[in-house]
């Protein structure tokens, strides 16, 4: 028997598979597939105080072993959220979720993840100081570090919860941002979120995205998301979520050998929306094929 | 509802330079309304393509494309027996429960293809089907004799008068006094816009945007209505006249 | 008639295709495949002022989409370049050659650059400070904008052919990198270097690379590289020299139009000996295609 | 001199539960010497993936390789008829210009195939073949019989002893007590290692290393020995004894 369940700060998760947030609304779009409760949990679309609509469209593109995104945090509002959301989502999702938080400022953090503190559906709260999509700081918080600890001590003061920072890998030292938020009193670290990029459209002469540039994510990004991971997991004693172009259970075992307790998948669930139920099926198999009982026991083993 | 599934090529023939027909064989249950679209994996492309449905019936698909970057060539290139990976059943799709009694549909280039189902399906309600086909050029034009084969009064516009009426739809709708009390309509941005303008009646109206998962779950393809945000892939593509915002 | 060439700081080349260094050796492999005199030029490997062997073995992974490195600069040492390559490369290539020099101090870069700058063979000077695979310097260098600027001076006060800077895309902040250089005096910015990426080996639970962390590049890092040739384009006057996962003459002329004024092509020369002399063919059928007639008119173009 | 081509796959057959044989049609006027191997281009794949030489003639190629990840399990599931794109002619291969007079041949798991071309060559050359085949156990061996098929003598090592002489390929070459000159040997680091310590015999070992290229552009591959830095693709895979540094 192989033993796939994993622990987050106190929070056990059934397996290490989370979709990551913006590639799984809050649930509701996956219902008609398969049953998510087959997940470890979910992080869902990164939530702000007001509703957004978000960036002009187009705001996808193509990039062949990943895409692009420029979405800029579309999301109903953290009050919407609770209303209707997290309501709607009880009725089909019976573990705890993780809430992904966005803000521009300070306040607009503490002021979610109080709210959402509140909400006993709520295992986690994951805050995302690194969404490249929009313009009032957004990303700025996640490449200085004393601005992503200055996020994260006002969480902290606000939520009994445990909070993960979210990290962008737009930077040039990402430890020294991790251990700016561990020392804060972050309760883990997530990463990473979407690298910085473009494509032009060369018949039309202009940028796919019509913000110019946007998130890049996929496949394309694992050996660079991977690297992160293990190099925050060593520098830091809290537990990493590892997430960056995760498609198949032989990545998130990758993942996991680099540091990551647990381990998001994002991208791959738009193309291929059986992405998540397929690793957490195929998990068993691959542990026992590579002589591994519990999954946890190879949380960064690699030396 | 929209599910994934295989399926199997049996024909895929050009019918123009540049536009194709391919039809598949596969579960056909999760579609529900005349222009939703499936989503297609390729090879070597990371995201999806969406293409309208043509036609469809218990066991089959036919879908008309316009080879216009690497992923529709790469469907040319494929050949009755493969297998493409198709999520089915995604967006609205035009909804035929309205009062109208006298329906226009108007196509323009590869938006043609959607209305030859809605077509069958007006028909089949026992309503006269008038459709106006716009194109570039008279190499360009599709689908006319399928219409009329299906019992359509058909009207076609190219741009350059090589064929039909010369001018856009709105030419042609204008030129033949075209009697009608709804339309519906796909077709590029500034044809939709256009008849838009130049119509009274109400109708409905078909859009595209890039698309990451085409089932509602990135908010890639979201627009702005009068009744407020909706998803081109799961609330759309199909909009009511009286909802847009240009 | 289709007009590939493109101009470098006055040096003419009669298209922008370069193979790019560490990728092409100082030219010889190549030559069993084709006459390399169709290329624009070529950067030959990474030059220092002693020889080395650079790290220990295994020192490439597959990525899937691209692949990583940590060569760690193995190279003969400048004077036996000047002594046995450059002689040899004359042979069999009329052109101007691109010199890439690297170094682990200031002093051992200009002490490089003023010996290549003798040599008429060389077009140009490509200065590498941003090499992640070696230990005491390297990449420093192209991570700190004072760092890089000390190099460019110290270099441009030996040479009298122009200076390119070829940075790290590890950054927070690519166009404050560029902009030191320029002022410095850099008559260009070559970009991108490679990623910093890791694989782990799963069956043997250790990284694939001895050195565990290298360079991440191909195909996969294209919208990373195309994202900071549009920034760097637009913030500085001085020209850039793409480079990062090109594959294509489409993405050549995608690089182009994001603001390259001449397209290094890096690792699909390993894995398709003919990818630079296909892409060479290939320019004036899709320049037609799109309407190009002078190719140097897209420089840019991009609103 | 090493050369890009397609080549046509003859046949695709398992030796044993891991280990399968392939044949290819196409230009082998590249190829030079036994012990050279070709770097093959796989879908969805970066990087080629090196193979050596089993054997070939004037029209064909024969490669033996372990499904060990990736890449070759999808060779493994490629069908007569399709095609794969090579460099051949690579690395400097075994050279039989020396005057030993009875050399031996010692292959350890897939270092055993590029030994297989050597044979013939060396039989060619009128000299006696000795082989040595090391295994882990009996169900892993392969091309005993086509050794002897070619006139070797061959004995054969198995780690658990299930066939032949039990222990290392050096266990066997002291058991039976083999007379020889010279060796020629390919296999895993360790058996080239323990055959390096345990003969006296001048000899060539062939070895691997993990490639970016294959052609010698990347110095991806390259090792010390005693007379400088060699590039494993290009100046190997096979190193003489004298010049390993371990
Ligand atoms: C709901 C919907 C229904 C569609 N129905 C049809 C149809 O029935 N027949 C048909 O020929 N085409 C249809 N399209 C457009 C079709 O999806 C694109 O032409 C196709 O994705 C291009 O792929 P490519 O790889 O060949 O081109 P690419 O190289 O990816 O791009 C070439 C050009 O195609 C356009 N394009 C690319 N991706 C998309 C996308 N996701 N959505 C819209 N445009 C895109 C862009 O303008 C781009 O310049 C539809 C699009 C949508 C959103
Ligand atoms: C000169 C040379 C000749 C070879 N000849 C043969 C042969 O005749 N038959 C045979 O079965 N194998 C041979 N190999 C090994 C073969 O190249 C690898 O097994 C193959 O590349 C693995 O590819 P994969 O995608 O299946 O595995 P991957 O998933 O890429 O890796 C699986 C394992 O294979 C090994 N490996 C991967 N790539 C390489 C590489 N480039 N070089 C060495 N080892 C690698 C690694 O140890 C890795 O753990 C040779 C290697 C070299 C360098
Ligand atoms: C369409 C899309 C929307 C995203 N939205 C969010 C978001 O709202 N909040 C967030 O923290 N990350 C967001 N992300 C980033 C992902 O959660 C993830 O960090 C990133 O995509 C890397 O993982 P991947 O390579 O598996 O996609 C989004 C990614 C995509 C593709
Ligand atoms: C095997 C290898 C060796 C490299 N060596 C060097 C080098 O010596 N000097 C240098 O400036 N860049 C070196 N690079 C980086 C490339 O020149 C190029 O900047 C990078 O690979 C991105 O381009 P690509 O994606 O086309 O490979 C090397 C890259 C590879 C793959
Ligand atoms: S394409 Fe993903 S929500 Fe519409
Ligand atoms: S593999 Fe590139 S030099 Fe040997």
Redesign the interface.
Known sequence: MTDTSVELCGLKLDNPVVPAS????YG???R??YDINILGSFSF?GTTREAR??NP?????????????A?GL?NPGIDAVIREELPRLKTFFRKPVIANISGFSVEEYAYCCERIDRQEQVGLIEVNVSCPNVRHGGMSFG?CPDAAAEVTRAVKAVTTKPVFIKLSP???DIVAIARACEEAGADGICLINT??????D??R????IAN??GG?S???????A??MV?QVARACRIPVMGCGGVTTA?DV??MM??GASAVQVG?A??????ASKEIVEALPGEMER?GIEKLSD?IG??? | MYKKGIYKILTNEPLTDAVWRMTLAGDTQWISAPGQFVNIALEGKYLRRPISICDYDDRSIALIYKVVGGGTEQMSRMLPGETLDLLTGLGNGFSTKNDARRPLLVGGGVGVPPLYNLAKKLLAEGKPVQVVLGFNTASEVFYEEEFRALGCEVAVSTVDGSRGVGGFVTTAIAERGLDFDYFYACGPLPMLHALYNAVEQDGQLSFEERMGCGFGACMGCSCKTKYGYKRICKEGPVLTKDEIIW
Chains 1, 3 share one sequence.
Do not use: D, H, S
Not at chain 1, 195 to 200: A, S, V
Not at chain 1, 205 to 208: A, D, G, I, M
Not at chain 1, 269 to 274: D, K, S
């Open positions: 913006g590639t799984f609304g509701n779009e996956f008609e597939f679309k609509f978000g469209t187009p705001r996808i593109a193509e990039c062949g072993a990943g895409m692009i995104n979405v579309q490449t737009n930077v040039t690298l910085l990029g473009m494509r032009i060369i018949a002469r202009r940028p796919v110019t540039m890049f996929g496949a394309a990004v694992f050996p660079v991977l690297r293990y032989r075992i990758e050998m680099a991208a669930n738009l193309v291929n929306p059986y590579l190879i083993c690699i030396e």
